[in-house]
């Protein structure tokens, strides 16, 4: 599959592929047909390279990690390619929908395997506040005009105020501001040499896409498995602050190994009822 490489300045790769153009739904759906049916390594490469774009977007969410963005918009290509691979056309929605997992899986995993897990944490509750720290911390910052407590960050993640203190520590030998001077004889900051200016009606339009997806495949997921399935996965899977299989146990008197078997059985049923699941992205498995 012959896409573009990220070989020369970035700015030189984005106008590469700005030259794609953007796919109808009816040239999108036939070209995923051919790849589904006879393999075409062709139109597999079409719906690539038109749908580049979308990385350089989704990169750019994750800016504030200290990450290259080169390299992560090289792991969402990745990402992207094997979601080609892997895209039913006949389910009814857009590539680019089911697409924005995988390439946000990649990204978010190359961004955790390089700051690597013993600085983030190793749990799903850890992970997921390593991503929303900094996004919580800003709208704080916007709302106050001040830097927030740990405190008041905790409360609006609803967390404990001890777990956002252990992760800014984790996380402070990498932070960098993008308002800091490039060097001391430029009056540019870092945020000057960033090109993206925000969510465009495109971009929010995927997101609104994606979400109410994944949120009629989980309703209906769920309603497939049993009250006691449902209410492990609700509490241990979706909960900000999951409860322990050890509380799981207690709650329906049966040992913590076995509140750990009908958990496994719970989330292999909804891998098999959504779509996103059926091979699981990196972050999920």
């Known amino acids: ?84 691979k892997k895209f039913d056309p006949y389910k009814g929605y857009r590539l680019i929908s089911y697409a924005v997992w995988w390439i946000r899986a990649y990204m978010q995993n190359y961004i955790i395997k390089t700051w690597s897990l013993v600085k983030i944490g190793t749990t799903q509750a850890q992970r997921k506040l390593f991503f929303k720290l900094g996004q919580a911390k800003k709208k704080l910052e916007a709302l106050s005009r001040r830097n927030p407590e740990f405190g008041e960050i905790a409360a609006s993640l609803g967390v404990k105020s001890i777990e956002i203190e252990e992760m800014d520590l984790r996380m402070s030998n990498r932070d960098v501001s993008l308002d800091a001077f490039i060097n001391d004889d430029s009056d540019a900051t870092h945020i000057d040499y960033l090109t993206y200016d925000g969510e465009d009606q495109e971009t929010a339009l995927i997101k609104k896409e994606e979400m109410d997806i994944l949120k009629s495949h989980i309703a209906g997921a769920l309603n497939e498995l049993t009250e006691k399935e449902r209410y492990i996965i609700k509490k241990r899977v979706m909960a900000d602050d999951p409860m322990t299989l050890q509380e799981i146990g207690d709650r329906y008197k049966i040992t913590r190994e076995r509140a750990r078997q009908i958990e496994k059985q719970a989330l292999k049923k909804l891998r098999l009822s959504i779509p996103y699941l059926g091979e699981t992205p990196p972050l999920l498995g």
């Open 1 to 84: 599959m012959d896409v573009p490489a990220l070989t020369g300045t970035l700015d030189r790769y984005i106008a590469e592929i700005n030259q794609f153009p953007l796919l109808t739904p009816e040239e999108e759906f036939s070209l995923a047909v051919r790849l589904r049916k006879f393999n075409d390594m062709e139109a597999a490469e079409k719906l690539v390279v038109s749908n580049l774009r979308f990385v350089v977007k989704i990169a750019h969410e994750y800016r504030n990690y200290g990450i290259k963005l080169a390299d992560l918009i090289q792991e969402g290509n990745i990402g992207l390619m094997h979601a080609v």
